[in-house]
């Protein structure tokens, strides 16, 4: 079945610091690759997404890329704050006539130390 | 507007009782998912509706898990006879569907929190 792997499982790192997530993924069919922020007690929240026909796609510190070829793909948040501090979900879909689900990976715990 | 709304916040079970958690995704949303979020752990799929077609159950972990949506709007989903490792976050999204081009942002409820005695 559509499996999405992501590393590391916990992340520290300084303030200012840059901070590098990875995802793979299983379905080649999949063209949607989002990345959703979750502070703790709160819902996930769409922080940037990037689909497949695009290689890199960047919003002030946060920047996705992906490897079509390699299926896989990375978060890149550059001078992290303490309020960067979250757990962080990579996730993969298909759209079209296959639908829009969802597999998400297992998330990484993202510690930003003032 | 408002976003997804859902309910209970909270449900504390026996063993062995069925449950029922609502959805209330956002107006004109087409598409909604059902989520489980163990303590601690990621978001694992359950079940997924777009429209009228027929929904994607591939994530449901037993029939003992099911869920309804009517038209483009509230879903429920129902856990019959439950267990203790039912409890978990169920969280519930939904999502304008806008082709190939466009984003796909699933707006998150806050969860009902399921503790099964």
């Known amino acids: 079945g559509e499996n999405v792997e992501q590393h590391p499982s916990t992340l520290s790192v300084q303030e200012g610091d840059s901070a590098v997530i990875k995802c793979t993924y299983s379905d080649s069919a999949s063209n949607y690759f989002p990345w959703y922020k979750q502070e703790l007690g709160k819902r996930p929240q769409l922080i940037i997404d990037?689909?497949?026909?695009?290689g890199e796609k960047k919003d002030q510190r946060i920047a996705v890329t992906l490897n079509k070829t390699a299926k896989h793909f990375s978060l890149h948040i550059t001078e992290t704050q303490p309020e960067d501090s979250a757990v962080y979900f990579c996730?993969?879909?298909?759209?079209?006539?296959?639908?829009?689900?969802?597999?998400f990976g297992a998330g990484t715990r993202l510690f930003v130390k003032a | 507007g408002a976003g997804v709304s859902q309910s209970p916040s909270n449900k504390v079970t026996e063993k062995g009782k069925d449950v029922e958690l609502r959805c209330d995704p956002i107006?004109?949303?087409?598409?909604l998912y059902w989520y489980r979020q163990r303590l601690g752990q990621g978001l694992e799929f359950l079940i997924y509706?777009?429209?009228?077609?027929?929904?994607?159950k591939s994530g449901l972990p037993s029939d003992r898990f099911s869920a309804e949506r009517t038209g483009e709007s509230v879903s429920t989903l129902t856990i019959q006879r439950t267990q203790q490792e039912d409890s978990a976050v169920y969280l519930c999204?939904?999502?304008?569907?806008?082709?190939?081009?466009?984003?796909?942002?699933?707006?998150f409820g806050p969860g009902t929190r399921l503790t099964v005695l």
């Open positions: 990037i689909r497949s026909n695009v």
């Open positions: 509706f777009q429209g009228n077609s027929a929904p994607d």
């Open positions: 996730a993969a879909s298909r759209g079209g006539t296959g639908g829009f689900k969802t597999i």
């Open positions: 107006s004109g949303h087409t598409a």
């Open positions: 999204a939904s999502s304008f569907v806008p082709g190939l081009a466009g984003s796909n942002e699933q707006f």
